[in-house]
């Protein structure tokens, strides 16, 4: 189960930070990340990480900006320099797949648990 809090509203420029609550099977969240979705767009993956290695990827759009995180069951994404077009909800995400380099996919079908979503409203 993920569970996802620290949403809300910010203006451009200012920071939140999402964390994510996990919990069941550990063999289940080899690779946990942050993904979101915009109105009228699809689903984006934002930031990844390998929970065993720490490796993390990012995407182009966030990269400089944000940052994901763990700690013991628990993922972070500690957003920075928020924009509007970062305005979307977030979702958790766990899967197991880890790929050459022990880094995961930014591609939601890696990922079979997924979390109830939090918005982010940047204005």
């Known amino acids: 189960q993920l569970v996802e809090s620290g949403g809300g509203s910010v203006q451009a420029g200012g920071s939140l930070r999402l964390s994510c609550a996990a919990s069941g099977d550990p063999s289940r969240r080899k690779c946990m990340g942050w993904f979101r979705r915009a109105p009228e767009k699809e689903r984006e993956g934002v930031a990844v990480?390998?929970?065993?290695?720490?490796v993390t990827s990012y995407a182009d759009s966030v990269t400089g900006r944000f940052t994901v995180s763990q700690d013991t069951n628990t993922l972070y994404l500690h957003m920075n320099t928020l924009k509007p077009e970062d305005a979307a909800v977030y979702y958790c995400?766990?899967?197991?797949?880890?790929?050459?380099?022990?880094?995961?996919?930014?591609?939601?079908?890696?990922?079979?648990?997924w979390g109830q979503g939090t918005q982010v409203t940047v204005s």
């Open positions: 990480i390998s929970t065993g290695y720490g």
């Open positions: 995400a766990a899967g197991r797949r880890v790929w050459y380099g022990n880094r995961c996919a930014l591609n939601s079908v890696d990922y079979s648990a």
